[in-house]
């Protein structure tokens, strides 16, 4: 079975630009309207569109985890509700998608990918069109939180800035900033994006905003007495979502760990040798999409298969793998965290030889 799913995702890959184009096909014939509600550029922008669905539904497919599949269809069911585009006409791409495949993938591939979207198709009447706030009422430091994405969202940075450094002159810990103040705001922002509340443009404004306030901490990140442990992070080739990551090895460095940011979209080989170089204990990896599920595993085997850094510990997290929870084990990874501050849990834990 595990065979079957490789070389579906292969094919799926492979195909994808022929996929796309007959499911938009399919969907501009089914939908006549589609072409004089949203002219050309609609036309282009379904069929990107579709190319999205069926990267996430190869990664799904590759790592054997329909919940993966399953929680696109729910986020594209927000994100399309926020701009106005109802869940009937999502019920119909996901149609057009499995026709395109029944037409497109040979026998078993197609019954295989073509389950993946009829379980999409059954859930989707039942699942929400919006999401609630991540900066719960009540949770520690959400009246910074909301304050600050206020200041962001205003284009306030230098307020933003000040909320922050006035916060820790107080006497809230950098570390408590970074969890309950950063992180959710992050969240947050992402959220009011695919609601359509902000636009793309505000919400790399935020991100860069945060980053640079970040670099404002970094006197009272680099202070703590070292453990002599070494930890080198990075997101995988192709993820442009640094942020998150960037987190954790701040918080790393808060812990006493020596740490070594690589940042955004690094290639193998030159994670290897920083590994190498750095004479690392233990390799972070982030990604923030489904779609980089497939990138991560082939990381994973490179870095095992490379002697001069045997014996480090990957570590991975991000979104996907806290929809499947158990994906971590399948690619290959030592262990495995929800968020910033359990990552260093569990590097801890496996630096003191502990198996997860």
């Not at 006035?166 to 922002?189: K, M, N, T």
Request: glycine share 6%; charged share 15%.
């Amino acid at each position: 079975m595990q065979e079957l799913q490789q070389e579906t995702s292969h094919f799926i890959d492979g195909r994808s630009q022929a996929l796309a184009e007959a499911m938009t096909a399919r969907q501009y014939a089914v939908m006549p309207e589609l072409a004089a509600r949203y002219g050309e550029p609609g036309r282009a922008k379904c069929l990107q569109d579709a190319l999205y669905h069926l990267s996430y539904l190869s990664q799904s497919i590759a790592a054997a985890r329909p919940a993966l599949f399953a929680d696109y269809v729910q986020w594209a069911k927000i994100m399309l509700a926020g701009r106005g585009i109802p869940a009937e006409d999502l019920a119909t791409n996901l149609a057009c998608m499995r026709a395109a495949l029944e037409q497109l993938l040979p026998q078993p591939m197609a019954a295989l990918a073509c389950g993946y979207v009829e379980a999409g198709e059954v859930d989707l009447p039942h699942l929400a069109s919006t999401v609630a706030s991540f900066i719960a009422e009540g949770a520690p430091l959400s009246d910074l939180a909301r304050t600050y994405v206020s200041a962001l969202l205003a284009g306030d940075r230098q307020r933003a800035s000040r909320l922050i450094l006035e916060a820790v002159a107080g006497g809230v810990s950098v570390r408590d900033i970074y969890l309950q103040v950063f992180q959710p705001s992050q969240h947050e922002i992402g959220r009011l994006w695919q609601m359509n509340r902000v636009n793309v443009a505000q919400e790399h404004y935020c991100t860069a905003a945060t980053q640079l306030i970040m670099s404002q901490l970094y006197p009272y990140i680099f202070t703590n007495q070292k453990n002599g442990w070494r930890l080198v992070a990075t997101c995988v080739g192709g993820d442009l979502h640094e942020i998150g990551v960037r987190m954790v090895s701040d918080l790393f460095e808060m812990d006493g760990w020596d740490t070594f940011y690589l940042g955004a979209n690094m290639p193998a080989p030159s994670i290897i040798q920083t590994l190498a170089a750095q004479r690392a204990n233990v390799l972070a990896i982030s990604t923030t999409i489904s779609a980089y599920v497939k990138n991560v595993t082939e990381l994973i085997s490179a870095v095992r298969q490379a002697n001069e850094v045997a014996g480090v510990k990957i570590l991975v997290g991000g979104y996907p793998f806290n929809i499947a929870n158990d994906l971590w084990r399948q690619i290959g990874a030592d262990g495995y965290a929800a968020d910033a501050a359990a990552a260093v849990a569990v590097a801890n834990r496996l630096m003191n030889g502990e198996r997860l």
